[in-house]
């Protein structure tokens, strides 16, 4: 790519992240002078591209929004991520594998030769998500947490009434997609998966947002999925000393987790789940001898299942 196409590609991407743009910051940022600035401009504005030239004392541009599809242009790092986007469609559980099969051979269509022989070469396959999502649905819950409209939807069974509430954010997260919302009717706030939604239009009245109980809607999500409302954490965390290596521990413990070597045959491992014996849950499956570090509340629930164990052991 020429080093004039780049850095009108490089300044077609300044101008589509924020509304406006002073001259002389657009200049410094692509390490141009103003007057190259403005005949790229000028090249852009040939191509289709509606900018706006905005005065005031430092002067700057604008691309306007609604105009219609001038020819796309994309660099070679666009090209590829339109390609693992669209073709990851089917893992994202939204319905809409046929429409990313068209989009991507549309896209396709109005590529350079070169940048269509680089998409042509990704190809993957993946497993898709059983789980499927209504377009309509993600669309509808989506627009009404953005503009701050209750909505009213139909939610598992038939027979019950529609659930109404104010919704604040759509999260995907481990090949599902949830709506969080306040519940008007619970009173509280609740998370609702989109694959059980029949969304009822129109929506509601306006509403004024409540602050979250946790920093955002994906700590909120992964806290209530470790029986906690605020912190993305499990409520019972323990620690114990396992006699196995740290090599043979630390590719099973996950994310939530943590192993830290004692000496060649033995780690300290810190694991979270629901309960304590959740906790110990964790750890016996190493089928290894192990020592509690702490708490107390571990240590308490290791003798009780010990004691259970020994019941159920037959004589």
Known sequence: MSGSSSRMLSLLSLLQARRDWPGAVLADRLEVTPRT???????????????????????????????????????????????VALQSIPASGVDVDEAAVRALATVRQVMP?????????????????????????????????????????????????????????????????????????????????????????????????????????????????????????WPCIGEVVIELPAREVAPWIGADGSVDPVDDGSCRVTVGSWSWVGVLAAVTRFDAPFTVAGPAALAEAARTLAARFAAASPR
């Open 37 to 83: 600035i403005r005949r790229d401009i000028d090249r852009l504005r040939e191509l289709g591209y509606r900018i706006t030239a905005i005065k005031g004392p430092d002067g700057g541009y604008r691309l306007d929004a609604g105009s219609e599809l001038p020819p796309l242009l994309f660099d070679d790092a666009q090209a590829v991520a339109i390609a």
């Open 113 to 233: 030769s070169r940048l269509r022989h680089r998409i042509d070469g990704i190809r993957f396959s993946g497993s898709a998500n059983d789980v499927r999502v209504d377009p309509a649905v993600l669309e509808a819950t989506s627009a009404a947490a953005r503009d701050h409209l209750v909505l009213r939807f139909d939610y598992g069974r038939a027979d019950r009434p529609p659930r109404r509430t104010e919704p604040h954010a759509v999260v995907a997260r481990e090949g599902r997609w949830y709506l969080l919302a306040w519940d008007l009717d619970a009173d509280d706030w609740r998370t609702f998966r989109l694959d059980r939604m029949t969304a009822r239009i129109p929506t509601g009245p306006s509403f004024t947002p409540r602050p979250l109980p946790a920093q955002d809607a994906q700590t909120y999500l992964a806290a209530r999925a470790k029986g906690s409302d605020a912190d993305d954490r």
